[in-house]
């Protein structure tokens, strides 16, 4: 079977959700989602222009679809994001040197891409392209094969996926069953000394509403530096946090360093934003976090997460996707993955809206009382007619 055409285009964000017929389901919200206004710690705090709001400077490229196609037909739909530079990569030089090649070769197919990028780096947006056709790609084997990606990657390994939230609406979370809630930090290393009051207060406030019997942790966005993690890791103890998690730039592999010496008691997970497992390798090696958190619709797709996961298992490690519980194609690995036993739904919908109506995949399991169940359709099972994919193109 081979391959006879990969097609980029822009499209609607699946994941953003709320697209739904109140004639026949109609649901209120109590009150905007937390994402509205909400002030989140990030790169950018240090210049006031841009300090507040994320949405104020960080991009709006739509989200990219690609479809490979077989040359009997058959065809597996990816998704992965940056717009029109990452069309441009897929649509103007890695998809036409994949055509005629065996589509269900998935691990020749992942290190010719990254081969084939290689002059320009197979990190950043090339590793966004290389995703979208990775994940495509097992999307077409598994109907071609007629099994779920998650039976391919060698089976279930567990029979439902502990899963939990995150966002800044707690009382929502724990009204829809969850048992473990992260937070996004508003402050960082730009707000100066106040930042570790108001920081204090904001997880002390968080602790309070759930309880001791329910895990936390603190999502801190690329935004503060050693001494600042530090200090706010000290002020947070009595509140028992899980993990803290990207505290530091991704690409200062010298400052993860010294942030894990300085806090040897601290949990500290990252990842989202690194690219190719090699970068994975690396913070294995030096041990720098506990918890690996690639995005597999960014990272080089289920291929690259496969083998992170295979560096972080020898190494004692544990993997949870960036949103992978908010995607199939997460929760395809997830469930297949022995070491990746929590995963990560990020809530940004309005509280009283259900769960089923923020995402746009027709397919896929949602998280009831904290835990999913892995669809068994073939492929990744995202539910996605050839027409309804027409339908989300831009």
């Keep these: 079977m081979k391959i ?131 994940l495509a790609l097992w999307d077409l084997k598994g109907k071609v094969l007629k099994l779920p990606v998650y039976e391919l990657a060698g089976g279930a390994a567990r029979d439902k996926q502990f899963c939990y939230a995150t966002g800044n609406d707690t009382d929502w979370h724990m009204e829809l069953g969850f048992k473990a809630t992260k937070l996004a930090c508003p402050y960082g290393t730009a707000d100066g000394l106040e930042a570790l009051d108001k920081n204090e207060a ?94 597999i619709n960014w990272v080089g797709g289920f291929t690259a997460v496969q083998k992170i996961t295979a560096i972080a298992d020898a190494s004692g490690l544990e993997v949870i996707c960036h949103a992978g519980m908010n995607t199939p194609y997460g929760q395809h690995f997830n469930y297949s993955a022995p070491n990746s036993r929590w995963g990560e739904y990020f809530v940004g919908g309005a509280p009283g809206i259900p769960l089923k109506h923020t995402n746009n995949y027709p397919g896929m399991a949602v998280p009831k009382d904290g835990y999913v169940v892995v669809s068994d359709e073939p492929g990744f099972g995202h539910g996605l007619s050839k027409d309804a994919i027409e339908k989300m193109a831009l």
Excluded at 223 to 249: G, S, T
């Design 4 to 134: 006879k055409s990969i097609e980029a285009f822009a499209i609607t964000n699946p994941i953003a959700g709320g697209i739904y017929d109140e004639g026949k389901d109609k649901v209120t919200a109590r009150r905007p989602p937390w994402t509205k206004d909400a002030e989140v710690a990030n790169p950018m705090s240090r210049y006031p222009r841009y300090k507040a709001l994320r949405s104020s400077w960080n991009n709006s490229f739509p989200a990219v679809g690609v479809i490979v196609t077989a040359d009997d037909g058959s065809w597996g739909f990816g998704v992965t994001g940056y717009g029109q530079p990452t069309i441009s990569l897929i649509n103007d030089h890695i998809g036409p040197l994949l055509t005629d090649e065996n589509a269900l070769a998935t691990e020749k197919l992942w290190d010719m891409m990254m081969r084939i990028t290689s002059p320009y780096s197979s990190s950043g947006l090339a590793s966004y392209a290389i995703s979208g056709i990775d």
């Design 202 to 295: 904001f997880v002390g406030k968080a602790r309070e509403l759930i309880g001791p019997h329910v895990e936390l942790m603190l999502d801190c966005w690329m935004a503060f530096d050693v001494e600042f993690a530090v200090r706010l890791a000290h002020r947070l103890k009595p509140f028992n946090l899980k993990w803290m998690e990207d505290c530091l730039i991704p690409e200062d592999h010298t400052s993860h360093k010294a942030l894990r010496e300085r806090l040897p008691w601290q949990t500290l997970a990252t990842g989202e934003h690194w690219y190719t497992p090699y970068t994975f390798f690396e913070a294995a090696k030096d041990r720098v976090v506990d918890i690996f958190q690639p995005d």
